[in-house]
């Protein structure tokens, strides 16, 4: 089984999500965090994700994802959702490079994937995709509950007519038959 297959089933499908690409990064910038002991968890390899939940209104999140050197499991580390996506630096379409930033809300990483095919196909192009397929999803609902109103609005006004109509030829009926 691929990594990609392994993070899909262990880390996505039990939380009902739903893996759209994973790209493998190395982090561009050695984080610096003085207050942890030295030595660490060791070496590991780091995955960025994009998966959806399958729940509707469906969320796009992007995830960091880690596997242990020594272990075959893969760890969620970091989550965050689409909207916390604040900028992605790094796309040129003057420079094929595989480095580039992730800015979110409350945090910045710079990443180099291992070629700059894999960045943009894997997570870049899928998070276009993604925002795009969301974007028309909901353009398309919200088109269909129009036309929906519309015809709901359409068989009100013949049940207004129909009703009055019918109430016109009761009352004529009732006067008739009083005399």
């Not at 499908?13 to 790209?23: G, I, Q, S, T």
């Not at 894999?118 to 036309?147: F, M, P």
């Not at 109509?165 to 038959?177: D, G, N, P, R, S």
Request: with cysteine; net charge positive.
């Amino acid at each position: 089984m691929s990594a990609k297959s392994a993070i899909s089933k262990e880390v996505f499908a039990p939380h009902d999500e739903r893996m759209l690409a994973a790209v493998q990064v190395k982090r561009r910038t050695k984080k610096k965090i003085p207050f942890l002991a030295t030595g660490g968890q060791g070496e590991y390899l780091t995955y960025i994700c994009l998966s959806v939940t399958n729940k509707k209104p469906a969320l796009v999140s992007v995830t960091k994802v880690k596997q242990f050197e020594g272990s075959s499991s893969f760890v969620r580390r970091s989550q965050w959702t689409l909207e916390q996506l604040r900028q992605v630096n790094g796309i040129d379409p003057n420079r094929d490079c595989p480095e580039f930033d992730l800015v979110f809300e409350n945090s910045f990483d710079q990443w180099v994937a291992s070629t700059a095919s894999e960045k943009w196909n894997s997570i870049l192009h899928s998070a276009a995709d993604s925002v795009t397929s969301a974007v028309q999803k909901a353009s398309q609902a919200l088109n269909e509950r129009g036309e929906r109103l519309g015809r709901a609005e359409e068989r009100t006004a013949e049940m207004m007519n129909s009703s009055q109509q019918f109430a016109e030829t009761a009352h004529k009926l009732a006067m008739k038959h009083k005399c």
